[in-house]
C-alpha cells in the first residue's frame, strides 16, 4: 500500500504530470512579464515583482489574457498531444484536431487557463521551495547559516535549529503532494475540457462514413472488374478446352476474347488502385470506366465468346441512343448488366435475355433506364459453388440505391430474374 502511494506521488507518471505542469508555467510566462509591467505602471512606476500584493496581482491579469488566446485553433490539439504524452489520458477521450465550435472553443479556453495558471504555482513552487528546504535542513549543521542574513532569525536558541530539519522536510512533502494533486486534477480535467463535443462527434462519424462509402465503393469497382473478368476468362477457356478438336476457330475467338478481358481488366484495376493512391494522379493511359454507350457491345461480345447465347433487346426510346444517357447512369447501368450476366452464367443455364430500356415516367415525368435479363436456373448438381458471399449482387443494389433506383434479383416464375431500375434526373439528358 505504501509503495502504490510513492507510486502515486513519484512514480513516472506523476513525474511526467509535474513536467507538464512546468510547461504550463512557462509559457505563462510572456502573459505574465506583460500584465506585471502593466501593474508597475498603474501602481505608480514600481517594479511589480518587488511586492507579493502586485506579483499576484500581475498573475491574476495574466489570466484573462491565457484564456482570450486559446480560442485560437492550434491550443486544442497541441494540448491534446501534450497531454496523451505526458499525463496518462487515452486518446479515444480527447477530441481531434482545432476546436470548431464556440463551446469547443470555451472548453479549450478554460483548460489553458487551468494549465498554464496552476502550472505557473507549480513552477514558482518548485523554484522556491527545494531550495528554502536545503538551508533548513542543513541549518544544524551550518552554523554560519544562523547568523547569515536569511530572514532565519526566529531560529535564535541552541534548540530551535534542529526543528528546522522537519520543517524542511515538511515543505519538500508538501511541494510532492501539492505537484501531485495538481497533475492529477489537471488529468482528470483533461477529458471534460478537451474531449470531443457533439459536434466533433459528429464530424468524426461523417468523415468515418465518408470512408466507408470510398472503400465500399473501391469494392465495389475491384469485385466488378475483376470478378467478372475472372469468370469470363473461366468460361472462356473451359469452352476452348472443349472445342479444342472439333472446332479450332472458335478456340481462336475463345483466345482472343480471353486476351482482350485480361487487357482490358489490367487497364480498369490500374484505374482502381490509382484511387487508392493519395494524390497520385490518374495515368494518362489509365482505361476509362466503362460506360454502357461505349462498352455494352464488347461486354456482350466477350460473353458470347464464352460460349453463351445472349439475346439483347435495347430501345434507348426518348434519349434516342445510349449516349444521351446521363455518365453516371451509364456507368453504374454497364456494371450492373456485367455483374448479371456473370451470375447468368455461373448459376444460370441456357440462353440468356437481356433488356434494356428507357421507360418514360409516369409520376414524377422522369424517365427511368429499365434493365432487365432472364434465363433458367441451373440444377442443383451443375451450379458452380458460390466462392463471393453474393457480394456482387449487393454491390449492384448499392449502385443502384445510390442514384435512387433498385435492383431485384431472385427466381421469377420459372427462370431467374434480375430487374433494376435507375432514375433518370432532369429527363434524361
Excluded at 117 to 123: H, P, V, W
Excluded at 270 to 295: E, F, K, N, S
Excluded at 324 to 330: N, T
Excluded at 345 to 358: A, C, E, F, M, N
Aim: aromatic letters at 4%.
Amino acid at each position: 500500500m505504501t509503495r502504490g502511494a510513492l507510486s502515486r506521488l513519484l512514480g513516472a507518471r506523476a513525474r511526467l504530470r509535474w513536467v507538464h505542469l512546468i510547461l504550463g508555467g512557462a509559457l505563462l510566462m510572456p502573459y505574465f512579464l506583460l500584465t506585471q509591467v502593466g501593474v508597475g505602471m498603474a501602481a505608480g512606476g514600481v517594479n511589480a515583482l518587488s511586492s507579493l500584493p502586485l506579483t499576484l496581482a500581475a498573475y491574476a491579469a495574466a489570466l484573462p489574457l491565457v484564456a482570450v488566446t486559446a480560442v485560437f485553433g492550434l491550443v486544442r490539439p497541441l494540448s491534446v498531444v501534450a497531454v496523451r504524452a505526458m499525463c496518462g489520458v487515452p486518446g479515444e477521450r480527447l477530441a481531434e484536431g482545432p476546436a470548431r465550435s464556440w463551446a469547443a472553443r470555451g472548453r479549450t479556453s478554460a483548460w489553458w487557463t487551468l494549465h498554464l495558471g496552476l502550472g505557473a504555482l507549480i513552477s514558482g513552487m518548485t523554484l522556491a521551495v527545494p531550495p528554502m528546504a536545503v538551508v533548513l535542513i542543513t541549518l544544524p549543521l551550518v552554523s554560519g547559516l544562523r547568523k547569515a542574513e536569511l530572514g532565519l532569525g526566529w531560529f535564535g536558541t541552541e534548540a530551535d535549529p534542529y526543528v528546522a530539519p522537519l520543517l524542511g522536510i515538511g515543505l519538500l512533502g508538501g511541494l510532492v503532494l501539492c505537484a501531485a494533486g495538481a497533475g492529477a486534477l489537471v488529468a482528470r480535467m483533461a477529458p471534460v475540457l478537451l474531449g470531443p463535443t457533439a459536434a466533433d462527434r459528429l464530424a468524426a462519424a461523417e468523415e468515418r462514413a465518408a470512408d466507408l462509402a470510398v472503400r465500399n465503393r473501391l469494392a465495389r469497382e475491384l469485385h466488378d472488374a475483376v470478378g467478372h473478368a475472372l469468370s469470363a476468362v473461366t468460361l472462356q477457356a473451359v469452352a476452348a478446352r472443349r472445342m479444342l478438336e472439333r472446332d479450332p476457330g472458335f478456340v481462336r475467338e475463345a483466345l482472343a476474347a480471353i486476351e482482350d478481358t485480361t487487357r482490358r481488366t489490367v487497364g480498369e484495376l490500374d484505374a482502381v488502385l490509382g484511387l487508392l493512391r493519395d494524390g497520385d494522379p490518374a495515368r494518362p493511359d489509365a482505361a476509362p470506366a466503362p460506360t454502357l454507350a461505349v462498352d455494352l457491345d464488347g461486354l456482350l461480345a466477350r460473353t458470347r465468346a464464352a460460349g453463351a447465347t445472349v439475346t439483347a433487346h435495347q430501345d434507348p426510346g426518348p434519349v434516342g441512343d445510349w449516349a444521351g444517357l446521363p455518365a453516371i447512369a451509364s456507368r453504374e447501368a454497364y456494371r450492373i448488366v456485367q455483374e448479371g450476366l456473370s451470375n447468368a452464367l455461373r448459376h444460370g443455364t441456357g440462353p440468356v435475355d437481356l433488356r434494356i430500356r428507357v421507360l418514360a415516367g409516369h409520376e414524377n415525368g422522369h424517365r427511368e433506364l429499365e434493365i432487365t435479363m432472364t434465363n433458367a436456373p441451373a440444377a442443383a448438381g451443375e451450379r458452380e459453388p458460390r466462392t463471393t458471399g453474393g457480394r456482387g449482387l449487393r454491390g449492384s443494389a448499392e449502385r443502384a440505391a445510390l442514384l435512387g433506383g433498385s435492383v431485384e434479383a431472385g427466381p421469377y416464375e420459372d427462370r431467374w430474374r434480375l430487374r433494376a431500375v435507375l432514375p433518370l434526373a432532369g429527363g434524361g439528358r
